[in-house]
C-alpha cells in the first residue's frame, strides 16, 4: 500500500514534443508529490511538486497534473529539449509517526532526441 | 553555500573490506537522510538521521550496515565485510527540518559510487 507505480520505465521524444509521465498511488495519506530530475552521475534534484489539494500545477514547460479521485499523477513536459534526457523520479510523502518518508517510484529515463 | 557534499565520488572496494561514505548535509540543515540506487533502479531508502540519533532505519540491511551523525562533522554510512552485491551508488540528502517543514523535498548530494571486487 505504500508503494507508488510509474510508468513508462523509458520514454523517447522528438524535440519540441510533449514527454508524459505518470504515476499511481493506493495510499491516500500521502499528501505532497514531488518529482526530481537526475542527471547521469548527480543526485537527484527537486523539479517540482504538488499537494493533493490542487489539480495542477504548472512551472515553465513542466506541469503535474493530480487527479485525487484515481489516485494518479503525472508530468508533463512541454516542448521537450535534448537537455531535458535524464531520468525522471516521481515520489509521494506520508507522515510515519513523528517523522516523515518519501516513497519513490522506479524512475523513468527520458531521451529527447534533437 | 555548498550543497551536500558527499566523498568520496568513487570508492573501489575488495570483498571484505571496510567502505565508509561520507555526507555533509547543508549548512543549517540537521536531517539527513541515505539512499541506496542500484543500476535501472529507483531509490530505495535506507536511514534517517538526525545529529547524535538514528530516527529510522527500517531500510538498513540487519548486518554490516551502520550510520551515525555526530554532534560534530559529517554522517557515516559504514559497511563492513562489502561484498559484491553491495556495489550501488549511495546518495545522502538533507532537509533543515523532518517533519514540520512545509517543503518536504531533500537536497541531494552527487553520490558515492561504491564498487566491489
Known amino acids: 500500500q505504500q508503494q507508488v507505480k510509474q510508468s513508462p520505465q523509458s520514454l523517447i521524444v522528438q524535440k519540441g514534443g510533449i514527454s508524459i509521465i505518470n504515476c499511481a498511488y493506493e495510499?491516500?495519506?500521502?499528501?505532497?508529490f514531488p518529482w526530481y530530475q537526475q542527471f547521469p552521475g548527480k543526485g537527484p534534484a527537486l523539479l517540482i511538486a504538488i499537494r493533493p489539494d490542487v489539480s495542477e500545477k504548472k512551472e515553465g514547460r513542466f506541469t503535474i497534473s493530480f487527479n485525487k479521485s484515481a489516485k494518479q499523477f503525472s508530468l508533463h513536459i512541454m516542448d521537450s529539449q535534448p537537455g531535458d534526457s535524464a531520468t525522471y523520479f516521481c515520489?509521494?510523502?506520508?507522515?510515519?509517526?513523528?517523522?516523515?518518508?518519501?516513497?519513490w517510484g522506479l524512475g523513468t529515463s527520458l531521451a529527447v532526441n534533437p | 553555500n555548498a550543497g551536500v557534499m558527499q566523498n568520496p565520488r568513487h570508492l573501489v572496494r575488495r570483498r571484505g573490506q571496510e567502505a565508509r561514505l561520507r555526507c555533509s548535509p547543508m549548512?543549517?540543515?540537521?536531517?539527513v537522510y541515505w539512499y541506496r540506487q542500484l543500476p535501472e533502479e529507483g531509490l530505495k531508502f535506507m536511514v534517517y538521521l538526525q545529529k547524535e540519533n538514528i530516527i529510522d532505519e527500517s531500510g538498513m540491511p540487519k548486518e554490516r550496515f551502520s550510520a551515525e551523525f555526530p554532534k560534530e562533522g559529517p554522517s557515516i554510512l559504514r559497511i563492513q565485510q562489502v561484498v559484491r552485491g553491495d556495489s550501488a551508488a549511495y546518495f545522502c540528502a538533507s532537509s533543515p527540518r523532518g517533519t514540520e517543514s512545509s517543503n518536504y523535498g531533500y537536497t541531494f548530494g552527487s553520490g558515492t559510487r561504491l564498487t566491489v571486487v
Open positions: 495510499n491516500t495519506a500521502f499528501d505532497y
Open positions: 515520489a509521494a510523502s506520508i507522515r510515519t509517526g513523528n517523522n516523515r518518508k518519501l516513497i
Open positions: 549548512k543549517g540543515h540537521s536531517h
